[in-house]
């Protein structure tokens, strides 16, 4: 387990590297002169040259590469003031440390992944083991149909609609915000319940198909089938022997989403105006702040690449086979 743990870290390790030079090919070569985007409309040729100079990208592209993977790990001094490890460089509009603002962001893009994963799991696999179980009938039917109907919704139109009936027209439910977890866990959670159960929506309608799927597929497979020719409890079949076997696609497609969700649901935190990281690389693309997007981008890499590698662990733990490939 150990020794497969550690080929899928240094492919990982080696599929970052290649997407942190490719990045920052694409927003440090290509652009004529990145420092001039970060200058703005009013901008005289000192100004520039003294933005070059603190942005560090007064050198060869290939140097400025080195020395910015070289403070990731190192920390490195500009001419703003040092940067210690991981520096991913200043912001160009509040000549803000990078890494810190990722920080001060994410504490909110993990509230919202990990509430909205543990309500599209539960109702998400719920309905469709429920589905599963009760193919052919009319709760198959309706299921089926209903998940259907909230994969075609999107979260930009159910957002603002449930913002209106539920928190100014029924007054159900307090105005979305992110508070801190540890200050007031009531608030945090009151302020956080809206936007989970509406960015759920989507994912528990492809959570909901996918478990059925899987499922009726597992209870057709032959040592189901003995199973149930022994005698066993339909209970028992079901969860130890088809549930089992379910889970490796329903794991792959949870280690995506989640992956997707910690680099930031974007379309949901300017929803609900969420100070999240999905938020914050919106704001870096309508600025031009090249290195807040880029670290934002590294980070989201960074945690698919890691999510990808539990999901092959528990590939590892559900089928032992899986540890020989």
Known sequence: MLRFLVRRSLGAAVILLIISALTFFLFYSI???PALLAC??????DALEVIRRNMGIDKPVPVQYWEYMVGIFAGRDYAVGPCPAPCLGYSFV??????DTILDRFPTTVS????????FLTVGLGTGMLAAARRGTLVDKIVSSGSLVLSSLQIYFVGPLAIALFVYQLGWLSQPEYVNLTDDPAGWFAGLILPWCVLSIIFTANYTRMARSTMIEQLQEDHVRT?????????????????????IPIITIFGVDMGSLFGGAMITEFTFTLPGLGRLAVESVVNTNLPMLM???LFAATAIILFNIVVDAAYALIDPRVRLS
Not at 40 to 45: A, E, I, L, S, V
Request: hydrophobic residues 45%.
């Open 40 to 45: 703005g409309k009013n901008c005289t040729p």
């Open 31 to 33: 652009p004529r002169d």
């Open 227 to 247: 199973a149930r020719a022994k005698g066993m409890a339909r209970h028992t079949v079901f969860f130890r022997y088809a549930w089992r076997g379910s889970l």
């Open 94 to 99: 509040d000549n803000t440390p990078v890494w």
């Open 112 to 119: 919202l992944a990990l509430g909205g994963a543990a309500v």
């Open 295 to 297: 670290g934002v981008m």
